[in-house]
């Protein structure tokens, strides 16, 4: 075995073993997609493969404030930069919340906005 970056005759493969899972793999042809990297076998069929795609992780900079201010510009900040993100082409984002604050700030988001609670997340620093 090996390990080499993909290549288009490698894609089909890779979308069949995308095709077995209920996990929302990336788009192989997408802009947003960073790396692509295979493990093949001695006859050179992938049997691993490991995509990196740029993602859009969101900070919040916040100021005091009564509860109903923080919230009105919470509401004008969050529909900006949503159309503004829009306009630039993502259909998506991250916010990775602090344990301190991530169920009450997490509710939040989801009843007032729309965001939807996602898996735990794990980094590495190269």
């Known amino acids: ?9 490698d894609l089909a493969r890779l979308r069949a073993m995308a095709g077995q899972s209920a996990f929302p793999y990336p788009d192989l042809d997408g802009a947003r997609l960073e790396a692509l990297i295979v493990v093949v076998d001695d006859d050179g069929r992938p049997v691993m493969a490991a995509a990196a795609e740029s993602i859009l992780q969101m900070y919040l900079f916040a100021d005091g404030g009564s509860p109903a201010a923080r919230l009105h510009a919470l509401r004008l900040l969050h529909d900006e930069m ?3 993100l829009r306009r630039k082409g993502w259909s998506e984002a991250n916010a990775f919340l602090p344990p301190g604050i991530a169920k009450t700030f997490g509710r939040r988001l989801a009843r007032s906005f729309g965001w939807v609670p996602n898996w735990p997340s794990w980094f590495l620093r190269f």
């Open 82 to 84: 949503a159309g503004e």
């Open 1 to 9: 075995m090996k390990a080499r970056p993909a290549e288009e005759s």
